[in-house]
């Protein structure tokens, strides 16, 4: 059975950085990795993504300040935030899928993560 766990959110300034993390388990294939984020009253929007092969794609709120990293030996994903603002704000959750789905669409994605609060003060 496969487990997403996000860790490493918490309470940043604007204009600060923070690196939220992710562990999978369970996995009998090689995942691509999504990350999502709702902020309170919005919908679920694409972060980022990276393929199993380590290509990555990006969604507009992250181009140029966030970086989205694996690490397939400790079955992590990494989500780097930099000068981040208060719209930056929301829960981040972390997605798998088997590959050959749109990286940037929710539907694409099978297994989610419970997601983690991130807050970004002005």
């Known amino acids: 059975q496969v487990h997403l766990v996000e860790s490493g959110g918490g309470l940043v300034q604007a204009g600060g950085s923070l690196r939220v993390s992710c562990v999978g388990s369970?996995?009998?294939?090689?995942?691509?990795f999504g990350w999502f984020r709702q902020a309170s009253g919005k919908e679920r929007e694409f972060v980022a993504a990276?393929?199993?092969?380590?290509?990555?794609w990006y969604g507009d709120p992250a181009k140029g300040r966030f970086t989205v990293a694996r690490d397939n030996a400790k079955n992590t994903v990494y989500l780097h935030m930099n000068r981040l603002k208060s719209e930056d704000t929301g829960v981040y959750y972390c997605?798998?899928?088997?590959?050959?789905?749109?990286?940037?669409?929710?539907?694409?994605?099978?297994?989610w993560g419970q997601g983690i609060q991130v807050t970004v003060a002005s």
């Open positions: 369970g996995f009998d294939f090689t995942p691509d």
């Open positions: 990276i393929t199993g092969t380590g290509g990555t």
């Open positions: 997605a798998a899928q088997r590959g050959g789905g749109r990286l940037e669409s929710i539907g694409s994605y099978g297994y």
